[in-house]
């Protein structure tokens, strides 16, 4: 018998005779927890977003869809990119001014391989403005978890405004618990006990995420 076995044995003799609750699990517990803290417009939320994205020192920039492949190409020239991994689902037209090598995301790549590309481009799943966090969800055009940790460059494009949430319960409601979850504040750091930051140690150095207006998707409200 494995130690599951014996765990789940236990617990059905711990229940066994207890009455079940007529109470639906919807109901059980009081959620009256406010789902966002005050009341904004679309734009303001975006600049929410923007200002604790900041505050969490990743690189913000803003643009609309027609200078998105031109504010690519800088940020890669800008960081001294020579390759660059591409998730499979990745609008092409959003590298299509920049002569970096493109690195495909594989199955088989190694975590020794990635590690040899400078950077990683990628959209999101959705983005919440009070925790100033980018959430991705292993989608086509994010590609897997690890090209977005082990490349020391994450340059991730939003649709604004409508990727841009107010707060998490917003964005739970339009995530798929079961997709790879990847939850982003900032560039990956860490502090020791006397609290000196050192950055890069989980996953990017450097985060830069692109506001992006007029981009499929990126329309409605928040």
Same mark, same amino acid.
């Given at each position: 018998?494995?130690?599951?076995?014996?765990?789940?044995?236990?617990?059905?003799?711990?229940?066994?005779?207890?009455?079940?609750?007529?109470?639906?699990?919807? /109901?059980?517990?009081?959620?009256?927890?406010?789902? /966002?803290?005050?009341?904004?417009?679309?734009?303001?939320? +975006?600049?929410?977003?923007?200002?604790?994205?900041?505050?969490?020192?990743?690189? +913000?920039?803003?643009?609309?869809?027609?200078?998105?492949?031109?504010?690519?190409?800088?940020?890669?020239?800008?960081?001294?990119?020579?390759?660059?991994?591409?998730?499979?689902?990745?609008?092409?037209? &959003?590298?299509?001014?920049?002569?970096?090598?493109?690195?495909?995301?594989?199955?088989?790549?190694?975590?020794?391989?990635?590690?040899?590309?400078?950077?990683?481009?990628?959209?999101?799943?959705?983005?919440?403005?009070?925790?100033?966090?980018?959430?991705?969800?292993?989608?086509?055009?994010?590609?897997?978890?690890?090209?977005?940790?082990?490349?020391?460059?994450?340059?991730?494009?939003?649709?604004?405004?409508?990727?841009?949430?107010?707060?998490?319960?917003?964005?739970?409601?339009?995530?798929?618990? +079961?997709?790879?979850?990847? &939850?982003?504040?900032?560039?990956?750091?860490?502090?020791?006990?006397?609290?000196?930051?050192?950055?890069?140690?989980?996953?990017?150095?450097?985060?830069?995420?692109?506001?992006?207006?007029?981009?499929?998707?990126?329309?409605?409200?928040?």
């Amino acid at each position: 018998m494995s130690s599951r076995e014996r765990i789940l044995g236990r617990v059905r003799r711990a229940l066994d005779g207890v009455p079940g609750d007529d109470t639906p699990y919807e /109901q059980a517990v009081p959620r009256g927890y406010l789902r /966002q803290h005050g009341e904004r417009s679309a734009e303001e939320t +975006v600049e929410l977003l923007a200002g604790n994205l900041a505050d969490y020192r990743a690189l +913000v920039h803003r643009t609309d869809a027609e200078g998105l492949a031109a504010t690519v190409a800088a940020l890669l020239h800008r960081r001294g990119a020579t390759s660059v991994v591409v998730p499979p689902g990745l609008d092409e037209s &959003w590298l299509a001014e920049t002569d970096v090598q493109r690195v495909a995301d594989r199955a088989e790549q190694t975590p020794g391989e990635l590690d040899r590309v400078d950077s990683v481009v990628t959209a999101c799943a959705v983005a919440i403005a009070e925790t100033g966090t980018i959430v991705l969800d292993g989608s086509p055009d994010q590609g897997r978890r690890r090209i977005t940790l082990v490349p020391d460059h994450h340059i991730c494009v939003v649709r604004v405004p409508g990727q841009v949430v107010s707060s998490v319960p917003q964005a739970l409601e339009r995530l798929d618990p +079961v997709r790879p979850l990847t &939850w982003i504040s900032g560039p990956s750091a860490t502090s020791d006990i006397e609290l000196d930051r050192v950055e890069g140690v989980h996953g990017p150095r450097t985060l830069e995420v692109v506001l992006v207006t007029g981009l499929p998707g990126g329309t409605g409200g928040s």
